[in-house]
């Protein structure tokens, strides 16, 4: 995965393997921005495998997360068999409820491609209702379409689940899963993960930028930065051709780490970044 | 001689026991899974023991502290730290019958005879000044309280007489008749209830309330599994939703009397809200905050994080013991910053006080 410029510790590097190994859901949750997503996108570029993304919310229906039939074309088909005057209703009923008339969404694209890596993002977004039939495709890999069969995969895919952990999730849906509780990454790795995705980064700039937003972390504010905001952060600074973290550059970039307005007045009023 | 894997098996099984007991829900298909993790790493490696239980047997952060106390008290053979000592809750068995139902051969002593005019002077009375029996003839009273839900409009469609029109059932109905849409059918928005998050202080200045509280937590958490967080505040917020969520009000509270490590502390009620809104999502939520206001920390943040909850929330009602008291004045320092973000002040003293919040919270009498 270091290939790929993603640098996991040992916790995250051994809940990945089993993954894997034992074809079972990782079910990721922590705070947003350290990197739950980007685990599922470097999975990806790792297995060189299609990664088919499921972005959760509120409603989200078998309609949009499993399956629909294409219900024009089916229409179109129908209109055309009269049209030339096909007699058979039965075989006319079949060949409508044909795969060809079906479109895959996420969830069965991810049973259909192969091989997969399946991120469902932010599950505590949806409903129950999605829980329970998320739950349904996960446990077997399967997806029955009454009017088609069942499909099923020959090799399940690779799946993500990422939660931050604004609702419980059924713990059904947990069982099935591998729990790994990611934390945001200690200063070592945070300057090894600045100087790897940021080439034109110093060390000197990493180790300073991964030092304030340790502090920041520490400050109890209402949103700390993740790594995600730190990596903008350093970028903003290499923008603005900072070469160390001085106050004034810090102050000048803060909207790009700390996105909250009471946050930055705090950070400023305790003079948090001053001798960063 | 025994088989070397049968050891390693009941050694790991008898891990999963051990996490069980420590209250981590370490099930038998969790256990599976944990021996089926081991099988394809090193179960000589302890890192790799320790990797394979946290992600099988492990569900929520919460565990994490009770898995790695109980990784090195049983395989290190280090001894578990010290437990906070807690406030038990006395806890009383009831049977749910109701009130004044049972007449003059009820065998319990501890059960009042209930006349309706009985129950109507407990009703108002006081919870903190009652007697035992008193109290648990309330606390029976609160067990058989049922709360109704505002509700509100989900995103989730469902078949309906009127609304959107539906695509697929139409369409697949045409189709079934020959490509006629002889008729059309309909889906509208569902109706959910309403998510309640219940901040309950449990403060040393709440203590004689503090037990109602948690019965009336109890009540909500009961008629809307789904659809309700209870936290308890004191100098730490703690979850205690699922804790709550058992039937039985009497294992219910004895799980959450457990769960509290800081009964009786002092207050630091806007730090709690700040760690209350990363937990819990007050979007859209009735947030429910029972506490005299007695804020030990600073009233200024205190009053930043109610603006905070209150640009989120559906609506904050503060359930305030003292308000039942008819000289009160919102006084203390925590109270007055709260106040102008609260859409509701009401009492929680009594059981009539309870009965009215249940209704608000229904949206039934609210201004």
């Known amino acids: 995965m270091a290939e790929r410029d993603y640098l996991a510790d040992e916790g995250l590097a051994t809940a990945a393997f089993l993954a894997l190994k034992m074809g079972r859901p990782l079910f990721l949750e922590g705070e947003a921005g350290v990197g739950k997503t980007e685990l599922a996108k470097t999975l990806s570029a790792v297995l060189d495998a299609p990664l088919i993304r499921l972005q959760c919310y509120e409603g989200l229906d078998a309609a949009q997360a499993l399956y629909d039939w294409d219900f024009a074309r089916q229409l179109l088909h129908l209109k055309a068999a009269e049209a030339v005057g096909a007699g058979d209703v039965r075989a ?20 259909e491609v192969q091989p997969a890596v399946l991120l469902v993002d932010e599950i505590d977004r949806a409903d129950d209702e999605f829980e329970a039939f998320l739950l349904e495709v996960l446990s077997d890999f399967t997806i029955s379409i009454p009017e088609l069969g069942t499909i099923a995969a020959a090799a399940p895919p690779v799946v993500v689940v990422t939660s931050n952990r604004t609702r419980e999730v059924h713990d059904a849906l947990k069982r099935r899963c591998l729990y790994h509780w990611l934390e945001h990454p200690g200063f070592d790795r945070e300057v090894a993960i600045l100087l790897r995705r940021l080439p034109a980064c110093t060390e000197t700039l990493a180790a300073q930028v991964a030092r304030a937003a340790t502090r920041l972390r520490e400050a109890d504010l209402v949103k700390p930065p993740g790594i995600a905001e730190t990596l903008d952060w350093a970028e903003a600074l290499l923008t603005l051709g900072a070469t160390d973290l001085n106050p004034d550059l810090a102050a000048a970039s803060l909207g790009a780490v700390l996105k909250y307005r009471e946050d930055q007045q705090f950070v400023l009023k305790n003079g948090l970044l001053r001798d960063a | 001689m025994p088989d070397p894997r049968l050891r390693l ?52 952060p919460d565990d994490l502290p009770r898995y790695d106390r109980c990784f090195a008290a049983y395989f290190t053979g280090a001894r578990a730290g010290p437990r906070s000592p807690r406030l038990i809750v006395t806890v009383t068995r009831f049977t749910a019958t109701p009130s004044g139902g049972r007449g003059e051969q009820d065998p319990d002593p501890n059960v009042l005879p209930a006349t309706a005019s009985a129950v ?20 029976r009273l609160l067990a058989l309280l049922r709360a ?14 009127g609304g959107i029109l539906d695509p697929r059932r139409t369409v697949r109905e045409a189709i079934r008749r020959g490509g006629e849409p002889a008729r059309l059918y309909y889906r509208d928005r569902r109706q959910k209830p309403r998510r309640v998050v219940m901040l309950a ?19 909500l958490v009961r008629s809307e599994p789904r659809a309700t967080e209870v936290f308890t505040v004191g100098t730490r917020l703690t979850r205690v939703t699922g804790e709550l969520r058992h039937r039985d009000p009497a294992v219910a509270m004895d799980a959450a009397s457990k769960a509290i490590p800081d009964w009786s502390g002092g207050t630091r009620l806007g730090e709690e809200l700040r760690e209350l809104l990363k937990l819990a999502d007050a979007r859209g939520a ?10 030990r920390g600073d009233p200024g943040l205190l009053a930043a994080q109610m603006a905070r909850l209150a640009r989120m929330a559906h609506r904050v009602v503060w359930v305030n013991p003292h308000k039942g ?16 973000y609260v859409d509701e002040l009401v009492a929680g003293h009594s059981l ?3 009965e009215e919040l249940a209704d608000r919270l229904g949206g039934l009498r609210h201004a």
């Open chain 2, 148 to 161: 109704s839900r505002e509700m509100r409009r989900s995103r989730r469609l469902a078949p309906s007489h």
């Open chain 2, 120 to 139: 109507e002077v407990l009703r108002n009375r006081d919870i903190a000044r009652m007697t035992a029996a008193e109290r648990d003839e309330v606390h």
């Open chain 2, 352 to 354: 009539a006080a309870f």
């Open chain 2, 325 to 340: 008291d008819p000289g009160y004045q919102p006084l203390t320092a925590g109270m007055r910053a709260a106040l102008p």
């Open chain 2, 286 to 295: 009735v947030v429910v905050i029972a506490s005299d206001g007695w804020e």
């Open chain 2, 9 to 60: 098996v009941s050694v790991l099984v008898g891990f999963a026991r051990t996490l069980r007991a420590a209250g981590v829900g370490a099930d038998h298909e969790r256990t599976q899974s944990f021996l089926a993790a081991l099988e394809r790493l090193d179960p000589a490696r302890e890192r790799d023991v320790y990797w394979a239980g946290r992600l099988t047997l492990c569900a929520s």
């Open chain 2, 201 to 219: 202080d449990v403060s040393g200045s709440m203590a004689a309330y503090a037990d109602a509280l948690l019965r009336f937590a109890h009540a």
């Open chain 1, 92 to 111: 006319l009923e079949g060949e409508i409820y044909d795969r060809r008339f079906l479109i895959a969404r996420p969830l069965l694209r991810a049973l």
